[in-house]
């Protein structure tokens, strides 16, 4: 009589598991063979150097023009004239927009002549009150009429200029959104005007930085419109109170924008630097995370490769600080990481100036 032996599916799968541990093993076993055969693995190394280390604050702005506005009607009337074209670029008091101004411009006739018909009254009268013929109460009622028909005089001019829109300073347009013909009331928008030649950017920083600022102090700003290239200006203004909330305090910057090439809305990037301190740096690209620790590959004399954990400090782009772990003129991996294990057998390379 044939016996069945009874597998239990748990043995089955404790030995596929244990074939899976060992399939996983296999590359790093075969690597670690062919790193012994061949005896090193060439990496790309650097030199842990004091160098200048500016410490700077990072912010993020938006841009705003040095003056703004938007460019209205006073009153409600058709357009006559249009004198400008889009984005062109006006002087302060260069008349924009001409409304039509018929019945203002009759009236204002009208009382031109008045006043002087008033005026030439009044010098006939005076010169009979010199000669004791007219009375002082003609005088006064003459010099009074005058005086009320100079005053509707002022008041028809002022509704005249109102139906001119000049530019209240020196800028550049944005798009016109009206034509002649076109019936605009008060609050219609004609088009935009900004004083570009300066750039404002408001930025936030931490409170924790608040002593490290101050006005006149320099700053860089980059866009992603110019990659590559930083537009220099300075701290204008700091102000008088810190955000109970995000304990941040709002800082606005100058930027000198001769040509015109940052406009409003743009967001910027700020550096504003604190101060310049002496530092042991390494290239970026040598740290390994491990957690919330650092660590790098030092190569000793021996071209052996260790592991050893550092503490970072300050960082810009490529180059991190090195407070504790490196002394300086030590060598590190900044390429070929992935290669290396604790302990062995490296040919370093030196780094390039361009990878530097």
């Known amino acids: 009589m044939t016996k069945f032996v009874k597998i239990s599916p748990l043995f089955i799968g404790a030995i596929a598991l244990l074939g899976f541990v060992i399939y996983l093993n296999l590359p790093a076993q075969e690597e670690d063979a062919q790193q012994r055969g061949r005896g090193s693995t060439q990496v790309v190394v650097a030199e842990a150097q004091n160098q200048a280390f500016p410490i700077v604050v990072e912010a993020l702005g938006t841009a705003v023009a040095n003056e703004s506005v938007n460019l209205t009607a006073q009153q409600a009337e058709t357009v006559k004239t249009v004198l400008f074209e889009d984005g062109d670029i006006v002087e302060k008091g260069q008349l924009l927009i001409e409304l039509n101004d018929q019945q203002e411009r009759a009236r204002v006739?009208?009382?031109?002549?008045?006043?002087?018909?008033?005026?030439?009254?009044?010098?006939?009268?005076?010169?009979?009150?010199?000669?004791?013929?007219?009375?002082?109460?003609?005088?006064?009622?003459?010099i009074a009429?005058?005086?009320?028909?100079?005053?509707?005089?002022?008041?028809?001019?002022?509704?005249?200029?109102?139906?001119?829109?000049?530019?209240?300073?020196?800028?550049?347009?944005?798009?016109?959104?009206?034509?002649?013909?076109?019936?605009?009331?008060?609050?219609?928008?004609?088009?935009?005007?900004?004083d570009l030649s300066i750039v404002?950017?408001?930025?936030?920083?931490?409170?924790?930085?608040?002593?490290?600022?101050?006005?006149?102090q320099a700053i860089a700003a980059s866009s992603i419109a110019y990659p590559g290239e930083l537009f220099k200006g300075e701290i204008s203004s700091i102000d008088s109170r810190i955000d109970p909330v995000t304990?941040?305090?709002?800082?606005?910057?100058?930027?000198?924008?001769?040509?015109?090439?940052?406009?409003?809305?743009?967001?910027?990037?700020?550096?504003?630097?604190k101060r310049v301190v002496d530092a042991l740096v390494i290239p970026e690209q040598a740290l390994i995370p491990e957690g919330e620790s650092q660590f790098v590959y030092l190569v000793d004399e021996e071209a052996i490769a260790r592991k050893t954990k550092v503490r970072v400090g300050q960082r810009k782009p490529g180059w991190v600080q090195i407070l504790d772990g490196l002394d300086e003129g030590q060598k590190v991996v900044i390429e070929?990481?992935?290669?290396?294990?604790?302990?062995?057998?490296?040919?370093?390379?030196a780094a390039t100036k361009t990878e530097q």
């Open 200 to 216: 404002k950017v408001d930025f936030s920083i931490s409170e924790l930085h608040l002593a490290s600022v101050a006005t006149g």
């Open 247 to 273: 304990r941040a305090i709002q800082v606005r910057a100058q930027i000198p924008n001769p040509d015109y090439r940052l406009r409003p809305g743009m967001l910027l990037q700020i550096n504003v630097e």
């Open 145 to 194: 009429r005058v005086d009320a028909i100079s005053a509707q005089k002022d008041v028809a001019d002022a509704q005249l200029a109102e139906l001119k829109v000049s530019a209240p300073f020196a800028g550049r347009l944005g798009i016109r959104q009206v034509s002649i013909g076109s019936l605009v009331r008060p609050g219609d928008l004609i088009s935009t005007l900004d």
């Open 109 to 142: 006739n009208e009382l031109s002549i008045n006043l002087a018909e008033a005026k030439r009254q009044l010098t006939r009268i005076r010169d009979l009150a010199k000669q004791n013929v007219a009375s002082e109460q003609l005088l006064d009622e003459q």
């Open 336 to 349: 070929g990481t992935l290669k290396v294990r604790d302990g062995a057998k490296v040919e370093p390379i």
